[in-house]
């Protein structure tokens, strides 16, 4: 079996154990690739309710929760408890810490990346979406992050800090808009390096993994490459005078 095989039966079976034992189930967070997975396996679902779900609307890292099909229960509910906010306090006077920083520590701990989403970084520390039942052992033995000593605390996901975005606008004309190409303009890569790393899973849009470099993209569509970050092709349109397409892309930093 392989592993996108392995990762495919586990999801089927939190679906049958939703369908069969008539209860609210959900996955360990997936990114992009797992989620390209679960969705399709979600497809087959039947009598079964199926939504994707990271604690806040932009989350990168989220769960396939599955509900009964015809349990008379919102989406709101269905996540009700399902996370909490693991957030971590930095002193008044540090240096900013890195999400490599912070992920570095969680999993040096022995936590699956499964049992965590998006960690949120800002200058005074990180809030850290996690799966509920795991944040008094993160209370208890969570004390630093590489060499700062930190302070630590869980709260509900109603208080996640979401820090206010920085961005730039970057404008480029293109040939066509198609992913590799608003993907290279967006991440400033070689047109081939961006078709690499399409097909090689580490290119989602809107939150869905694409694997094919001349797939069309569209104003408004948020683009995330793996280990680079997120940007947003804000408009595409008007003919430069050789004859290629005006965009303005919002890259995230």
């Not at 586990?10 to 049958?16: G, K, L, M, N, T």
């Not at 039947?46 to 008379?72: I, K, Q, S, W």
């Not at 608003?182 to 989602?204: D, M, Y």
């Not at 797939?215 to 948020?222: C, D, K, L, R």
């Amino acid at each position: 079996m392989t592993k996108d095989e392995l990762i495919t039966a586990r999801i089927e079976d939190r679906i049958a154990q939703c369908r069969d034992g008539y209860y609210v189930t959900h996955t360990g967070f997936l990114d992009t690739h797992e989620q390209a997975l679960a969705i399709a396996a979600a497809r087959h679902a039947a009598g079964v309710r199926t939504f994707m779900y990271g604690g806040y609307y932009d989350a990168e890292r989220r769960m396939l929760v599955c509900v009964p099909g015809d349990l008379p229960i919102s989406d709101e509910d269905a996540v009700e408890g399902l996370l909490k906010v693991f957030r971590i306090n930095l002193p008044a006077i540090t240096r900013e810490l890195s999400h490599r920083d912070y992920l570095g520590s969680l999993l040096g701990l022995g936590i699956e990346r499964r049992l965590t989403g998006d960690i949120l970084v800002r200058q005074e520390g990180a809030d850290v979406l996690i799966v509920q039942g795991i944040e008094q052992f993160l209370l208890n033995e969570l004390h630093r992050i590489g060499p700062v000593e930190v302070k630590t605390e869980a709260v509900p996901v109603s208080g996640l800090l979401i820090p206010e975005a920085r961005f730039e606008y970057i404008r480029d004309s293109v040939s066509s808009i198609r992913l590799d190409s608003v993907v290279s303009s967006a991440f400033r890569l070689s047109r081939g390096k961006a078709a690499e790393a399409i097909r090689k899973g580490l290119v989602s849009v809107d939150h869905a993994e694409c694997l094919k470099p001349d797939a069309g993209v569209h104003e408004g569509s948020s683009l995330v490459l793996k280990g680079k970050g997120k940007a947003v092709l804000e408009e595409a349109g008007g003919e430069s005078r050789k004859g290629r397409i005006r965009i303005v892309i919002k890259r995230f930093i």
